[in-house]
């Protein structure tokens, strides 16, 4: 198993040494390697089992930085990472030279963020290199948000997890990608879509999700899954025709009589989707280590991070 801990020195260390190193973030635990470094890059898809076609977003600390990883950088793009970073968003730009095309997928287009965490902004803070991360997880599977969830799966695989707690919003960020110019979403997340249109004063284009479009393999339809099978509708409807004693629930507030609350996750007992983004995926998690056969799920509602939500339970449930 990794040593998990909260040393900044020692991880940044082992990354200036082309290490992985877990670190955490507000949205979800990355798994981190120097992204200049292609042979420290390509120890993230080894780690993961990823496919080299999915890209990996760059993390640095601060906007100053952004010209060492993308170039004719929109002024709009800009406007929008004054409004929101650090936080749960990820921008698609024109890629910077230096940056390797393994990181890229051999795109030219590079995703830029910087993640709201203490502990992972004062790492960033002291490597001469931005970090290259996609979310800590075997690909495909659901991401984690604690150093135990990443130690569980990659544990065996990387020397050191940065223990920086629950993670605060828990689903992924919302990447903008501004690749054809105009700002269109790849991929819902941390960020509501009613906070971006706000700045930008206008509605955002939302680039079509399906599996056919490998623009953000985010966007495939069978991501974030866990290994159980989850139907999703509603559930006093589905207990009608599965057994309460072998299903999981996981609802949005609600409690059911008929099926042992040990099975049973509410991702927010006072009906709030920002708390629901923050225990989805830990309950999907929870969930598929009960002795059940399925997962029976619900839908959030539409606004706020409940967009983000339920993106990612239909895409558990494909
Ligand atoms: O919140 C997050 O974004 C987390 C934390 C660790 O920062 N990271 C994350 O990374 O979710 P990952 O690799 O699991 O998802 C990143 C998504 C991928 O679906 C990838 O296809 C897309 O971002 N992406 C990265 N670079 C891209 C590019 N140049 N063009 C289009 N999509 C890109
Ligand atoms: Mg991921």
Redesign the pocket.
Known sequence: MANIGTDISRAAELLSQGELVA?P????????ANAYTEAAVLKIFEAKN?PSF??????THSIQNFTQIATNIPDLAYRLAEAFMPG?L?L??P?AAQVPFL???G?????V?I?NHALTLSLLKELPFPVA?????PFGYV?PTTAQHVNQQLGNRIPYILDGGACQ?G???T?I?F?DGEPEI??L??LALEEIEKVLGKPILRVKTSSSN???????SS?YAPRKKVMLGNINQLLQTHEPGKVGILSFSETFAQVPPAQQVQLSVTGDVYEAARNLFSGLRYLDAQPVDLILAELVPENGLGRAVNDRLRRAAF
């Not at 973030?25 to 981190?32: M, P």
């Not at 795109?107 to 995703?111: K, T």
């Not at 490998?214 to 495939?220: F, V």
Request: charged letters at 15%; proline letters at 11%.
């Open positions: 670190i973030t507000e949205t979800v635990y990355g798994l981190a990823r999915d890209p990996l977003i760059v993390h749960p990820t698609i730009l890629r990181v890229t997928s795109h030219d287009s590079v995703g963020r993640p991360a996609p979310s800590a997880n991401s919003v689903i992924e960020s990447i990608s690749a790849l991929r997340g941390g490998p623009q953000a393999p985010g966007m495939l991501h």
